[in-house]
Structures are given as structure tokens and as C-alpha cells.
């Protein structure tokens, strides 16, 4: 045995040794999963949400090397990193694309998880802890939007000061702490923020959050990865226009996470209740669901009240949204002419879109449970993946290297002409590729393969020694 | 009594097994050991027995105080560590001053401004780009338009407000020749906040439109700074009374 042709290598041996003292760390209490096969990326949402807050902080790091905090120095920093520094274009645009990602699949993760039933059985540590950090990651957000110092900045780190400093009780204090006073102190301490103290709260949150089973799939991974390039080469962030302490900003619409809370302060009524307890009502209605519902049901289908609050609830949330951006366009208008959103029309429209999508999902539900049989269960529909035969594998394969080889020279090319944009997106594509490279390679099991082909052989094989008026197939696979 | 039993039995098989070893001669040990061995000595449920002090429960509830009572005596010297978020880097003492155009870098002038305009200011002024810059140091001194009496050249046709709206803390902006409508009174040039659409009147600084108009006083004013024109016509900026009463606090308002 020791004397075999097959001696374990240098690197092996460096793997196994590492792994083996990977043995008494932290990271051995996980069980983590590379999927073999395609799945559903709505199962592992939370593991993508941590990839890309991992992103986040690398982009970020880098940024941090050329970024300079102040009232006068922030935008001309970051201006210089958009248009001197090589690559920091695409840096400060991978940066920016990801936030949005991270906020997205934070806010579906939420509700796959929310419909799924999982904040039941004894995942209500981890779903509370994920409720405070899905907002900490818009607070995360918030605090990074706003170091580029413009003039939607300047005024949403306002607003921002404002609530603090007008919430009840503590409001003025806590300002004091968090904000200190005036820009210069603001500017500052959201920087502390955003780079060390929320994120250093996130981690530790995530550590708490984590469920002992994760799930890493790179080919997902890296076509998420190649989206957000690609969107950053179609839509690159922009600059804005720079704050000018001698003229005014005008009108600015906030990230869309926030559009929603703006339409509600737009109606006028007290800053506290618009802007605090409003959307607050949609964060306790998650963080409280876990106490509330305790029926043993998982599935959606079985949960008419729950499906049909959460349905409510996306309803509530697409129409803050959208309705947050519509600002009057008219210019010779008074500003609250232009901005005010009237209360009637829109908590009208909230309250009926509430009612109605609640008492259709509920009736629906309801009837559809009325319909089901008890003790019949559905049959799960089979998927037959698509499975490459060698020839078809290494083809496909050495194709896409080709294509990414192309890409990279086109990319490089598109870089020195100056055209950063096109060149970020190339390499997204280059991304997207290696996601399917890396889906091809793993759907590639030679044993498989065998397995199918034996059982094809065999079923001709069965077919041609019967020959008879019954053409069976014979379910004879060889494992 | 019996529920204490239990608590104490399973604070026994919690402790370690050298505590164990030493309960079982602990006449022999020295009494600095003792703290440990007396909880397990409460399994041979003879604790009053005991030759050193008082029975063992009570022995740990009294240590459980001093400790705690240290826990906290230690932590309290760190509650005044408060104030080191509350710090800033930095503030300025206002003084009498002359107004300077932010934008040209002159003295503002009566003879210069025309009615109906705007020039914004930082006060109290320092030379210092990042300082002046702040945009709760930032100020408009608004000339009135004529159907206000804006052609007078003293003071009466002169406002100063703080330019942090008292909504939600945004930099509103002096729009000209905006023909507003208060109380029935038609007048022009307006103060529009933009981001959610408050108005001010230009006169007193009192909010007519939006939603500043709804908040409770003085939270629906803005803060005002005294001004004084002397001889040559040169504008100058008052040290102002920050008292909610006379010239308000930047981003609180002022009692009109």
C-alpha cells in the first residue's frame, strides 16, 4: 500500500494538513455543502447575501486607500477614484451595484424564508437576529450612499440627524452620541460607521445568524457576480452634483430601499410617525411573526393568514416604493406643490391594496385548502437534468474558455480605449461564463454518465430480445 | 427547600473534579481553598458542620454581592466616558461681523443688492474653507422685494434666516419673484425647502405651506440672526440670543 504508484503530492498533503487543523476551529461546527447540481438559489439567498457583504468589504477596503472624508474633500475623492485612479471605476462600481444586490437578496431571502415557514422551528434566534441585521444592512447602505458628500447626501444625512434628533425621549442625546454636531462630525462619524462600527456589528450578528448548514454554489456565484458588473457597465453609478454650501441643492430622490419611507414623510403628518413608526409597522410585523404563529405548518399553502400578510405586506412595499420616486416635474411650481404626497389618495390606495391582496390570497388559500384531499399528497414532479456526454463536456468547455479568452483581450482592449464601462461589462460576461464552465464542470460525473448509457444499452438490449406488442422499459439501472 | 436541594446538587455536578478531590480531605487543605470546597460540602448535607463560617449558601449569596457590587463600582467611572461622543471637532464663538458674499468673496454692500434677491453666508465667518462650509453655519440674508418695502436702504428691508429647514433639517433656498399667497396677503419671493416642500414667509420666517406648518411651536420657525447697517451702507451680522424666545437654535425653530 505505501509502495503504490499513486503518492500523494505536495499540495494534498499541504490540504490535508490544513485540514486537519481546520479541525479545532470554528469553521468545522459547519456543515458546508458545494452542490453537485443545479439548485434553486432562493434556498441559499443568505449564503449570497454573505458573499456579497464579503465583496462589499474588499471593494470597500480598496476604496478606503483614496477615499478622504469632509465636507470639501469627499466628492473630489471620489470623483478622483471614478476618473484617475486606474480601475477605480470599476472598483467603486462593483461596490455600489453590490450594496443594491445585498439589499435585494437581504429582502428576498427574507420573505423566501418568511413563506417557507423557517422562522418556526426553533429558528426564531435566527430570525430575529436576521430582521435587525436586514436593517442594519439598509443603515449600511444608507451611511455608505451618503460619503460621496453631493447634494442628495447633504440632505439625506440631514433627514437622517433630524429623526434622530426628533425621537422621543432620547432623540436629542442620542444625536449627540451618534452624530456629534454639524457636517463635519457627521461626515466623519458616517465613515466610522460605514466601514468599521456597522460592519463589525454585522459580523457579529452574522455569526449568531449563521444555521450550521450553508451552502456554497460558485457557478451562482459567479453569474451574481458577472450581474452586477454587467449592471454597472449598463448603468454606471454617478457622481451627482457636488455640494456647493453657496447654492442650494434641488429636489433629490433617495436609493430606492428608501423611497418608500420619503413617500411617507412627503404626507406631511409628524416627521416621527412618517419616518420612524410607519415603516416600523413592517419591520415588527416581521420581527414579531415567530411568536405569533404557532401553528406546526410550514408550507405556505397550509398558512392562509401568514401567506396573505405577507402578500399584504409586498404590496405595501411596492407602492411606498414606487410612488417615493414621483416627484412633479413642473420647475416654475412651488417645491410642496411639487412634493407633497396627498394623504387621502395614498394611505387610501395602502388600505385597499392591503384588504384586497390580503382577502384574495386568504380566500384563496382557504379554498384551495378546502379542495385538497386529506391523505392525498401531490406528486412531486421529476426533473430530468440536461447531462453532457463526454464529447458534448469537453466541447462546451473548451468553447467558453475560448469565449473568455476573447473577452478578456476585448476587455483589456475596451480599458485602454477608455471605455471603462464597456470594459466592466465584458468582464461580467467573462464572470457569467465561468459561472456556466464551472455549472458544466460539475454537472460532468463520469459515473453518471456510465450509469445512464449501461441503462440505455440495457433497455435496447430489452427491447430488441422482446420484440413482443408490450414495449416495457425496464427500470434496470446498475448502481 | 427541596428545589434548593436540587439547584445545589446540580451546582455540585457542575463543579470541576479537583474541587471534588479536595472536599474529601478538606481538613487538610488551608483555608484559602476553602470558597470551592464548601459547595460540594453541601452534598454530605451536614453544611452547619462545617468548622470555617457560616453555612455555605448564604456564604455565596453575601460573595455573589460583593462581587456584583465590584462589577459595578468597576464599570461606573466609564458612564461619564459619555461625554466622548458627545464632543465635536469643533466649534466658533459668534462675534459681530461683517457679511461676506460666500460665493465673490466681497463685503455685501445695500448699494449692491437689488430687492428681491438672496446672498448666503457662513457666520460666524472663520477663513477656514471646511469650517465655513457647514451647512448649520450657513445663513441668507434676503433683501425684500419692493411690494414688501424692499427699496428702503436700512435694515427694515433686511431678513437673515438659518438656512437648516426646522422640518427635517434641509437647505431651503430664497426663490425670487414667486408670487405667494399667506393669510390672504399677496406678496412676492418665497423660501422653499427641497426636499419635502416647506415654506416660509420671507417676513417673519414663519412656515405658511408644507409640512413645517404642522409641527408645534417653536419647531415652525426659523432662526433669525440680528443685523445693523452702518454709515457706508455695509451689512453687519449682531452676536445673536440663541434662546428659543429671541433668535431661535439652528434646526429647532424660534417662538414667532
Given at each position: 500500500?505505501?509502495a503504490?504508484?499513486?503518492?500523494?503530492?505536495?499540495?494534498?498533503?499541504f490540504?490535508?494538513?490544513?485540514?486537519?487543523?481546520l479541525n479545532?476551529?470554528?469553521?468545522w461546527?459547519?456543515?458546508?455543502t458545494?452542490?453537485q447540481k443545479?439548485l434553486?438559489?432562493?434556498?441559499?439567498?443568505?449564503?449570497?447575501?454573505?458573499?456579497?457583504f464579503l465583496?462589499?468589504?474588499?471593494t470597500g477596503?480598496f476604496?478606503?486607500?483614496f477615499?478622504?472624508?469632509?465636507?470639501?474633500g469627499a466628492?473630489?475623492?471620489?470623483?478622483?477614484?471614478d476618473?484617475?485612479?486606474?480601475y477605480?471605476f470599476a472598483?467603486?462600481?462593483?461596490?455600489?451595484?453590490?450594496?443594491?444586490?445585498?439589499?435585494?437578496m437581504?429582502?428576498?431571502?427574507?420573505?423566501?424564508?418568511?413563506?417557507?415557514?423557517?422562522?418556526k422551528?426553533?429558528?426564531?434566534?435566527?430570525?430575529?437576529t436576521?430582521?435587525?441585521?436586514?436593517?442594519?444592512?439598509?443603515?449600511?447602505?444608507?451611511?455608505?450612499?451618503?460619503?460621496?458628500f453631493?447634494?442628495?447626501?447633504e440632505?439625506?444625512?440631514?433627514?437622517?440627524v433630524?429623526?434622530?434628533?426628533?425621537?422621543p425621549?432620547?432623540?436629542?442625546?442620542l444625536?449627540?452620541?451618534?452624530?456629534g454636531q454639524?457636517?463635519?462630525?457627521?461626515?466623519?462619524?458616517?465613515?466610522?460607521l460605514?466601514?468599521?462600527?456597522?460592519p463589525i456589528?454585522?459580523?457579529i450578528?452574522?455569526?449568531?445568524?449563521?444555521?450550521?448548514?450553508?451552502?456554497?454554489?460558485?457557478?451562482?456565484?459567479?453569474?451574481?457576480?458577472?450581474?452586477?458588473?454587467?449592471t454597472?457597465?449598463?448603468?454606471?453609478?454617478?457622481?451627482?452634483?457636488k455640494?456647493d454650501?453657496?447654492h442650494?441643492?434641488?429636489?433629490?430622490?433617495?436609493?430606492w430601499?428608501l423611497?418608500?419611507?420619503?413617500?411617507f414623510?412627503?404626507?406631511?403628518?409628524?416627521?416621527?410617525?412618517?419616518?420612524?413608526?410607519?415603516?416600523?409597522?413592517?419591520?415588527?410585523?416581521?420581527?414579531?411573526?415567530?411568536?405569533?404563529?404557532?401553528?406546526?405548518k410550514?408550507?405556505?399553502k397550509?398558512?392562509?393568514?401568514?401567506?396573505?400578510?405577507?402578500?399584504?405586506?409586498i404590496?405595501?412595499?411596492?407602492?411606498?416604493?414606487?410612488?417615493?420616486?414621483?416627484?412633479?416635474?413642473d420647475p416654475?411650481?412651488?417645491?410642496?406643490?411639487?412634493l407633497?404626497?396627498?394623504p387621502?389618495?395614498?394611505?387610501?390606495?395602502?388600505?385597499?391594496?392591503?384588504v384586497?391582496?390580503f382577502?384574495?390570497?386568504?380566500?384563496?388559500?382557504k379554498?384551495?385548502?378546502a379542495l385538497?384531499?386529506?391523505g392525498?399528497?401531490?406528486?412531486?414532479?421529476?426533473q430530468?437534468?440536461?447531462i453532457?456526454?463526454t464529447?458534448?463536456?469537453y466541447?462546451?468547455l473548451?468553447?467558453l474558455?475560448?469565449?473568455e479568452?476573447?473577452l478578456?483581450?476585448m476587455?483589456?482592449m475596451?480599458?485602454?480605449?477608455?471605455?471603462?464601462?464597456?470594459?466592466?461589462?465584458?468582464t461580467?460576461?467573462?464572470?457569467?461564463?465561468?459561472?456556466?464552465?464551472?455549472?458544466?464542470?460539475?454537472?460532468?460525473?463520469?459515473?453518471v454518465?456510465e450509469?445512464e448509457?449501461a441503462?440505455?444499452?440495457?433497455?435496447a438490449?430489452?427491447?430488441?430480445?422482446a420484440?413482443?406488442?408490450?414495449p416495457?422499459?425496464?427500470?434496470?439501472?446498475?448502481? | 427547600?427541596?428545589?434548593?436541594?436540587?439547584?445545589?446538587?446540580?451546582?455540585?455536578?457542575?463543579?470541576?473534579?479537583?474541587?471534588q478531590v479536595?472536599?474529601s480531605d478538606?481538613?487538610?487543605?488551608?483555608?484559602?481553598?476553602q470558597?470551592?470546597?464548601?459547595?460540594?460540602?453541601?452534598?454530605?448535607?451536614?453544611?452547619?458542620?462545617?468548622v470555617?463560617?457560616?453555612?455555605?449558601?448564604?456564604?455565596?449569596?453575601?460573595l455573589?454581592?460583593i462581587?456584583?457590587?465590584?462589577g459595578?463600582l468597576?464599570?461606573?467611572p466609564?458612564?461619564?466616558?459619555?461625554?466622548f461622543?458627545?464632543?465635536?471637532?469643533?466649534?466658533?464663538?459668534?462675534?459681530?461681523?461683517k457679511?461676506?458674499?460666500a460665493?465673490?468673496?466681497?463685503?455685501?454692500?445695500v448699494?449692491?443688492?437689488q430687492?428681491?434677491?438672496?446672498v448666503?453666508?457662513?457666520?460666524?465667518?472663520t477663513?477656514?474653507?471646511e469650517?465655513?462650509?457647514?451647512?448649520?453655519?450657513r445663513?441668507?440674508?434676503?433683501r425684500?422685494?419692493?411690494?414688501l418695502?424692499?427699496?428702503?436702504?436700512?435694515?427694515?428691508?433686511?431678513?437673515?434666516?438659518?438656512?437648516?429647514?426646522?422640518?427635517?433639517?434641509c437647505?431651503?433656498?430664497?426663490?425670487?419673484?414667486?408670487?405667494?399667497?399667506?393669510?390672504?396677503?399677496?406678496?412676492?419671493?418665497n423660501?422653499e425647502?427641497?426636499?419635502?416642500?416647506?415654506?416660509?414667509?420671507?417676513?417673519?420666517g414663519?412656515?405658511?405651506?408644507?409640512p413645517?406648518?404642522?409641527q408645534?411651536?417653536?419647531?415652525?420657525a426659523?432662526?433669525?440672526?440680528p443685523?445693523?447697517?452702518?454709515?457706508?451702507?455695509?451689512?453687519?451680522?449682531?452676536?445673536?440670543?440663541?434662546?428659543l424666545?429671541?433668535?431661535?437654535?439652528?434646526?429647532?425653530?424660534?417662538?414667532v
Amino acid at each position: 500500500m505505501a509502495a503504490t504508484s499513486k503518492k500523494p503530492g505536495l499540495i494534498s498533503k499541504f490540504w490535508d494538513y490544513t485540514v486537519n487543523r481546520l479541525n479545532r476551529t470554528v469553521f468545522w461546527g459547519l456543515k458546508f455543502t458545494m452542490p453537485q447540481k443545479f439548485l434553486s438559489p432562493m434556498g441559499y439567498s443568505g449564503m449570497l447575501t454573505f458573499c456579497l457583504f464579503l465583496l462589499l468589504g474588499i471593494t470597500g477596503a480598496f476604496l478606503m486607500l483614496f477615499y478622504v472624508p469632509g465636507i470639501e474633500g469627499a466628492f473630489d475623492s471620489v470623483e478622483f477614484i471614478d476618473e484617475e485612479i486606474p480601475y477605480g471605476f470599476a472598483i467603486r462600481n462593483i461596490h455600489y451595484h453590490a450594496s443594491n444586490a445585498m439589499v435585494f437578496m437581504a429582502v428576498l431571502h427574507l420573505y423566501y424564508q418568511y413563506f417557507s415557514g423557517r422562522y418556526k422551528i426553533k429558528n426564531e434566534m435566527i430570525w430575529v437576529t436576521g430582521m435587525v441585521l436586514g436593517v442594519i444592512t439598509i443603515l449600511e447602505a444608507f451611511t455608505g450612499y451618503n460619503l460621496l458628500f453631493n447634494d442628495r447626501a447633504e440632505l439625506a444625512v440631514s433627514i437622517g440627524v433630524s429623526l434622530t434628533v426628533f425621537s422621543p425621549i432620547v432623540g436629542p442625546q442620542l444625536a449627540q452620541m451618534i452624530w456629534g454636531q454639524g457636517f463635519s462630525d457627521f461626515l466623519i462619524r458616517l465613515y466610522a460607521l460605514h466601514v468599521f462600527i456597522i460592519p463589525i456589528v454585522m459580523g457579529i450578528l452574522m455569526f449568531v445568524h449563521f444555521p450550521r448548514f450553508l451552502v456554497f454554489d460558485l457557478p451562482m456565484w459567479s453569474v451574481m457576480v458577472g450581474v452586477i458588473l454587467i449592471t454597472g457597465g449598463i448603468f454606471p453609478v454617478e457622481m451627482g452634483v457636488k455640494f456647493d454650501p453657496n447654492h442650494p441643492p434641488g429636489i433629490t430622490v433617495p436609493e430606492w430601499y428608501l423611497t418608500g419611507l420619503y413617500a411617507f414623510i412627503r404626507t406631511g403628518f409628524d416627521k416621527f410617525i412618517t419616518g420612524g413608526l410607519l415603516p416600523a409597522l413592517l419591520i415588527a410585523m416581521f420581527l414579531f411573526v415567530p411568536f405569533i404563529d404557532h401553528s406546526r405548518k410550514i408550507s405556505w399553502k397550509d398558512r392562509p393568514f401568514f401567506s396573505a400578510l405577507g402578500i399584504a405586506s409586498i404590496s405595501q412595499v411596492f407602492i411606498t416604493t414606487i410612488w417615493g420616486f414621483y416627484v412633479n416635474p413642473d420647475p416654475t411650481k412651488n417645491l410642496d406643490d411639487r412634493l407633497f404626497v396627498e394623504p387621502v389618495p395614498f394611505y387610501g390606495v395602502l388600505l385597499v391594496s392591503v384588504v384586497l391582496s390580503f382577502v384574495v390570497v386568504y380566500g384563496f388559500l382557504k379554498a384551495r385548502a378546502a379542495l385538497v384531499v386529506p391523505g392525498q399528497k401531490a406528486v412531486p414532479t421529476k426533473q430530468t437534468p440536461i447531462i453532457l456526454n463526454t464529447f458534448w463536456t469537453y466541447a462546451v468547455l473548451i468553447l467558453l474558455v475560448i469565449f473568455e479568452i476573447i473577452l478578456n483581450g476585448m476587455a483589456l482592449m475596451a480599458y485602454q480605449g477608455g471605455l471603462w464601462a464597456l470594459a466592466l461589462f465584458e468582464t461580467g460576461a467573462i464572470f457569467c461564463i465561468f459561472g456556466i464552465i464551472a455549472h458544466v464542470y460539475r454537472s460532468y460525473n463520469p459515473k453518471v454518465i456510465e450509469a445512464e448509457k449501461a441503462a440505455k444499452e440495457e433497455a435496447a438490449k430489452a427491447a430488441k430480445e422482446a420484440d413482443a406488442a408490450v414495449p416495457t422499459i425496464t427500470n434496470s439501472k446498475s448502481d | 427547600m427541596a428545589e434548593e436541594e436540587k439547584n445545589q446538587q446540580s451546582d455540585n455536578q457542575n463543579a470541576s473534579a479537583d474541587t471534588q478531590v479536595t472536599s474529601s480531605d478538606s481538613n487538610t487543605t488551608p483555608p484559602v481553598s476553602q470558597e470551592e470546597p464548601q459547595t460540594s460540602i453541601a452534598k454530605d448535607s451536614s453544611p452547619e458542620e462545617s468548622v470555617d463560617g457560616p453555612p455555605s449558601k448564604e456564604r455565596r449569596n453575601f460573595l455573589k454581592v460583593i462581587a456584583t457590587a465590584g462589577g459595578i463600582l468597576g464599570l461606573t467611572p466609564f458612564i461619564p466616558y459619555g461625554s466622548f461622543f458627545t464632543a465635536t471637532l469643533g466649534g466658533t464663538e459668534p462675534v459681530r461681523q461683517k457679511i461676506m458674499n460666500a460665493e465673490t468673496g466681497s463685503f455685501v454692500n445695500v448699494s449692491d443688492m437689488q430687492p428681491d434677491s438672496s446672498v448666503i453666508f457662513p457666520f460666524p465667518r472663520t477663513g477656514d474653507v471646511e469650517k465655513d462650509s457647514e451647512p448649520f453655519r450657513r445663513y441668507q440674508l434676503i433683501r425684500l422685494a419692493p411690494d414688501l418695502g424692499g427699496e428702503s436702504n436700512d435694515a427694515s428691508s433686511f431678513r437673515i434666516y438659518s438656512m437648516v429647514c426646522v422640518h427635517m433639517w434641509c437647505l431651503w433656498d430664497y426663490i425670487e419673484g414667486r408670487e405667494v399667497e399667506v393669510n390672504g396677503e399677496k406678496f412676492t419671493g418665497n423660501i422653499e425647502c427641497p426636499c419635502h416642500g416647506s415654506n416660509y414667509d420671507v417676513r417673519d420666517g414663519l412656515s405658511h405651506k408644507g409640512p413645517a406648518i404642522k409641527q408645534s411651536k417653536p419647531n415652525d420657525a426659523l432662526p433669525t440672526l440680528p443685523l445693523e447697517v452702518d454709515e457706508n451702507g455695509d451689512i453687519w451680522v449682531l452676536p445673536p440670543d440663541t434662546a428659543l424666545e429671541a433668535d431661535g437654535v439652528v434646526g429647532l425653530g424660534r417662538y414667532v
